[in-house]
């Protein structure tokens, strides 16, 4: 057969200068016959049809991983003494660069940078500076609009060394290092809307300032409603004058004219005078002296006067004057007055022609229609009151003046005596003067460090803030601030390289390289580098850094027909557990393997393999058995994200397939995947929007002030978060005519108009003027209040020689109380007596007459309110605004309304300032960054972002949403758990094409196999999985496979004919150290034993078969001697082993004592128990009556007397000094008794050789032993027997007393 030895290393060509590569590997191939001895290879090539094993092979030289040296270490980054922490003394670190990378299972890189503590031991270090926040004073209010309202308001904060003066910026880091936040620069702030001076309506005029006489003036004012503010419109004159209609300060008065006396005082009618009283009397309605009234004026004390007879034509009393048609003007009115005939005379002749019964005068000559006011100009602007002061600005130190002026309605400047001085407003006042404030920057900050490493862009930058903003004219800030008021400057860094992109270049596939250019497996080969975008070849370290996944293979097997119709290549292994196996599917994973056509020319494929099929050539099968029924589970949808305020976004839910056992996989064992996201939208807000105002509602009085109301309608409402509607109706005061106008306005009776105009007396008719002053339109409101009183009426017109009288009086008045019954009365005089013959006589002249309950209702009046007005703004819909109160008075009789001063009031509308407050819309900071996911795996991980609202809404603003706090799930996936797949180890395997011994190769299958059964990479094992995804190709990184028992082939021996054959390795002990000395590293130990001896041509047996290795957390073990029972037989005999305490290991290999080991036999194997004084008992060596053992014999027990007794129970021994038994000078005390040394012959001087090695043989075992006895703290050796003439344990082998011992530096072997 042929036997095989092992391959050695891989080893470059010689004619390769690469250090690594494609290299050859090499074994001794030999031909044994069944005794192992070698033959010619004839033999061996007739069995195996002419094929012998490989003895060279092509192979892959590791190739380690290479790197630079170490660059300089970097300068410290602490340059200052840390007071808070002192023990921070910085660090400093140093780098360096692959140079070649690890490949063909070479070494990996080692770490590629290194970090050391800063020395300062030598150095004394400044204090680190402190920094601080600076915040300045916040800024006036900007608002939204420009004008008034919601707005923003804004400070200058940012970060400077604590006591610098200067204020010199530097970067924020360093106070956000101090755990400080950043103080707001932004808040929402409100300015006032300027408020215009509101004035209410005028009151009525005052009585005129003189009682009599000229020059006086009527005067109203009207009330301030609502004060001007934030720079609003100032008041207007809040008085106005006019001058009053002239009134004589005194006339005269007269009483009513006597009876008339007669000249003939026998007559009854006729001629007469008659008399009355006159005197003057003064405004004050006081008489005075006649002086005061005019001569010119006086009136007649005594006239003629006539009775009339009855016959005679009588003529009325002319009537009072009318009102003056006119209240003022330069031309005057006219007032008229007449008189009627009341009864014509015989005469046939017109008692008075029609002219004479009527007169008109001029009245208000020259009274002005004008009205004064006190007109008022704006301000002018404030100067300085004093030129010769240094202070040229500040509080009240100037003057600002403005014109007053009395004027009238039309414009012209009239004299001021006509406007009522004492409220006359001021022409000056006190000012300031706002000083000029100069803009104030800080120092420039240092310039920063380059934006980036690579590229054109790269630059440095400093900034100055702006500390003061220029006011009032100051020097103006520089250009190209932003809105933080940071000014920046840029410069572009100096040597910054481009940027640069790297990829992997991977160069053509060498030819295939098999052994001795023959055919079958072999390699291929290409270079693979690290290529810049500009072509240039770098060194992979930058891919390494750059480049995410795996690095191209350099070297891949292939193959070499051998000749032959149709062939194909072995299977190759089955491959890692996967979810997609081509077009066949599993309810799990999957493994394949394939094979290969080999072919030299691909057309020839259906010649030369006409059968062949897919099968032939892929084979699939599952990763397991069992199988699984897999269902989708959906969660609902979260909320939607989107990036600004509103519209479109996403929005996520959670999907998961599930496995019957409730373990969460992958998606692709479920038939489908459910979307797990989906796009939504966030509806912006819609703000409510009405239409513009219709036209004013009707007013609601029908005579004196009542309200009038407009309305809109809403056209799109609010929707989602948008402002609410303004207000949709407001009402504000109407007038029309007053109430007075409702009240018929009744003229004189008319002449009584005969029906028969051909007779001068008789029956007739006359009429009146009876109308509405409102107008015609409103006749119906007029008698509502009162019937309209009769227009004409039937009158009588006396005859000559009739009685005439005169009209009635008036009523006298009622009782006030109205309680007790009165009457009241009225009269009339006769005119005319009636002829004593066939005159008609006179009508009753006194009449009276009941006061009714009517009467007394008459003065019953009360006042009704409305509540206030809606407010309505002066501009827009918000705002400063005016709200009004309408008064009505209402005759309690009639329920209409009449005028205010029946009810005692002077006014009818009451006005007050308002406010309506204008819409805040809700406004929120920015979101936060998402927060860490609460889960690293499975369905409910979430995580959460938030903002804070800056401003709620007020006031039917755009209300804040609920998305304050959004939620989204996050690392939906599985939970994986990892372990290794260690497969059974193959059979020794050798060539395919021969059978044979020697060194062969087994090989297993080792994978990470994911908790779903999926196979991952080897660093899912054995790191974290967040660090294994990102290592999985990492060359920088690496692990001992073989420590960790995952390597995947391994050499083998099959022995030949009269090898060696060893045992198979026991597994390694567990973890043990010293019990006396902790310094004592922990170690762990197996051992193999030979199974049999080689024949002297076979293979020897090797010197190790313990092996031992260090190992971490070691305990402290225990040991105890272990004996089964006797068996039956002859000579009585058991098993005995060694056991560590609390482990299944038995049979270790010097865990126990051997001083204490109990007997396996019940006969003494030791010669000693022939010697003197010593027995054997039950397999036990014992000493006899009257003898003590010392560990090597059995003495006496009293002390040697003599020699005698020496040679006795040792020979060739004599009793020594102190009583001891010594052998004597020319013998060896070995093995308990006197012995002759070892010859010595002077021809042969090998055994001197032998004698050396052999005594530092056995000088390196008494130094292990004395070290193992000294780590143990008992003796070695022989164990002497005590004074019962026993081992101390041999009394009962299974004494629990137990034996701790140190970790030998021997073996331990577990059976």
Known sequence: MWRTGEWTSCRKVETIDIPCGLGQKTRSVTCIDESGRDVPEDGCLQRNRGNSPLDLEICSVPCDCELSDWTWWSPCSQICLDTEDPTNVGSE?????????????????????????????????AECPVYEWITQDWQDCEPTDDICGGGKEWRQVFCVKTGDITLQPVD?????????????????????????????????????????????????????????????????????????????CAWWRTGAWSTCFLNNVDATCGDGSWYRVMYCISALDQEVDDSNCDPDLRPLSQDDCTV?????????????????????????????????????????????????????????????????????????????????????????????????????????AANETLCLASQKPESHQPCSIPCQVDCVVSEWSDWSDCNQTCGLEAHRERSKVVLVLDANGGIPCPNGTNEERVLYESMPCEGVPPCYSY?????????????????????????????????????????????????????????????????????????????????????????????????????????????????????????????????????????????????????????????????????????????????????????????????????????????????????????GLGKECPHLAESMPCHLATCDSFVWVIGDWSPCYLTNRSVNCGSGMRNRSVECPAGEEFGADCARRRPKPPMVTPCELPCPGDCVVG????????????????????????????????GKPCEEVYEEAD??????????????????????????????????????????????????????????????????????????????????????????????????????????????????????????????????????????????????????????????????????????????????????????????MSAMDIVTSRTCDRPCPGDCVLSEWSGFSPCLASCFDSSLPGKQTRSRHIVAYPSPDGLQCPDAVVETKLCSNPSC???????????????????????????????????????????????????????????????????????????????PTDVCRDDAECSEILPESYCAKGGVCRCLKQYDLRDGTCRVPYARTETDKTWVWFVIAGCCVAAVIILLCAIFIVSRGEKGGFQPLDQNNQHPLEGDENDPEMIRMSMLDGDMDED
């Open 93 to 125: 670190t140093r780098s360096r660069e692959i140079l070649r990378l690890p490949d063909r299972d070479g070494l990996p890189c080692a770490h590629l940078t290194e970090q050391r503590e800063c020395d300062t031991s030598n150095i004394t270090l």
């Open 1117 to 1195: 073990p225990e040991f105890k001697w272990k004996s089964g029972p006797w068996d039956g037989t002859e000579i009585p005999e058991r098993e005995v082993w060694c056991e560590m305490e609390g482990s299944s290991l038995s049979n270790v290999t010097g865990g126990c004592l051997e001083a204490v080991r109990p007997p396996s036999s019940v006969l003494c194997r030791s010669p000693l128990c022939a010697e003197y004084g010593s027995a054997c008992q039950t397999g036990i060596c014992q000493c006899t009556d009257d003898y003590q053992g010392n560990g090597v014999a059995c003495y």
């Open 807 to 838: 009209e009635w009086s008036e009523f006298s008045p009622c009782s006030l109380d109205c309680v007790t019954v009165s009457r009241r009365n009225r009269s009339r005089t006769v005119i005319r007596p009636p002829a004593a013959e066939g």
């Open 308 to 412: 009339p007879c009855p016959q005679d034509c009588i003529i009325s009393e002319w009537s009072k004057w009318s009102p003056c048609s006119v209240s003022c003007g330069k031309q005057g009115g006219v007032q008229t007055r007449w008189r009627e005939i009341l009864a014509h005379g015989s005469d046939s002749d017109p008692c008075i022609s029609d002219s004479e019964l009527t007169q008109t005068t001029v009245c208000n000559l020259h009274v002005s229609c004008d009205t004064y006011i006190w007109q008022i100009s704006p301000w002018e602007e404030c100067t300085i009151i004093d030129e010769g002061v240094e202070e040229t600005c500040g509080e009240d130190v100037g003057m600002q003046k403005r014109n007053i002026t009395c004027e009238i309605d039309s414009g012209i």
């Open 503 to 719: 990829q992997w270049h991977a160069g053509n596939w060498s030819q295939c390289l098999v052994a001795r250019d023959l055919c079958g497996q072999g390699l291929r080969e290409r270079e693979v580098s690290c290529q810049r975008n500009d072509g240039e070849t770098v060194d992979p370290g930058f891919c390494v850094r750059e480049v995410f996944g795996s690095i191209p293979l350099s070297h891949e097997q292939c193959y070499i027909p051998c000749g032959g119709d149709c062939e194909l290549t072995e299977w190759t292994p089955y491959g890692p557990c996967q979810p997609d196996c081509g077009t066949t599917r599993y309810t799990g994973y999957c493994r394949q393997r394939s094979k290969k056509l080999v072919v030299d020319h691909p057309e020839d494929t259906l010649t030369l393999c006409p059968d062949l099929t897919p099968n032939d050539l892929l084979e699939i099968i599952p990763c397991t058995d069992q199988e699984y029924n897999y269902t989708t589970a959906i969660g609902t949808w979260g909320q939607c994200i989107v990036d600004g305020p509103c519209g479109g976004g996403i929005r996520e839910r959670p999907t998961a397939c599930i496995r019957e056992d409730s373990r969460m996989v992958p998606h692709t064992f479920c038939l489908s995947e459910p979307p797990a996201t989906e796009e939504c939208t966030v509806e912006c807000p819609h703000d409510c929007v009405v239409s513009d105002w219709l036209n004013w509602s009707p007013c609601s009085a029908r005579c004196g002030t009542g309200l009038k109301t407009r309305q809109r309608v809403v056209e799109a409402p609010s929707q």
């Open 851 to 1040: 006061c009714d309950n009517e009467v007394c209702r008459l003065t019953g009046y009360h006042n009704k309110t409305t509540d206030w007005t809606q407010c309505k703004p002066h501009h827009g819909d918000c705002g400063p605004g005016i709200q009004w109160q309408v008064s009505t008075c209402i005759d309690e009789v009639t329920s209409l309304s009449v005028t205010v001063d029946r009810c005692n009031q002077s006014n009818e509308v009451a006005e007050q300032g308002c406010f309506v407050p204008c819409p805040i819309d809700c406004e929120y900071e920015e979101f936060s960054d998402w927060s860490v996911c609460s889960q690293e795996c499975g369905q409910e991980g979430t995580q959460s972002r938030s903002r804070k609202v800056l401003t709620s809404a007020k006031h039917g603003g755009r209300i804040c949403s609920d998305g304050i706090n959004q939620t989204r799930p996050c690392n939906i996936k599985p939970c994986f758990s990892y372990e290794w797949l260690r497969e059974p180890w193959s059979d020794c395997l050798f060539d395919d094409s021969f059978t044979g011994c020697g060194v062969g190769v087994e090989t297993r299958r080792v994978e990470c196999i994911r908790s779903d059964g999926l196979s991952v990479a080897l660093e899912f094992c054995v790191l974290p999985e967040e660090l294994a995804l990102l290592q999985a190709n990492n060359v920088v990184h690496g692990f001992n």
């Open 172 to 248: 924020e880091k360093h106070c956000v290092l101090n755990d400080e936040k950043k103080p707001a620069s932004r808040r929402a702030c409100w300015r006032e809307c300027p408020v215009d001076c509101q004035l209410g309506e005028w009151e009525n005029w005052s009585a005129c300032s003189k009682s009599c006489g000229e020059g006086g003036i009527h005067l109203r004012q009207r009330e301030v409603l609502a004060e001007p503010a934030h720079g609003g419109t100032p008041c207007d004159a809040l008085y106005q004058a006019k001058e009053c209609e002239p009134v004589e």
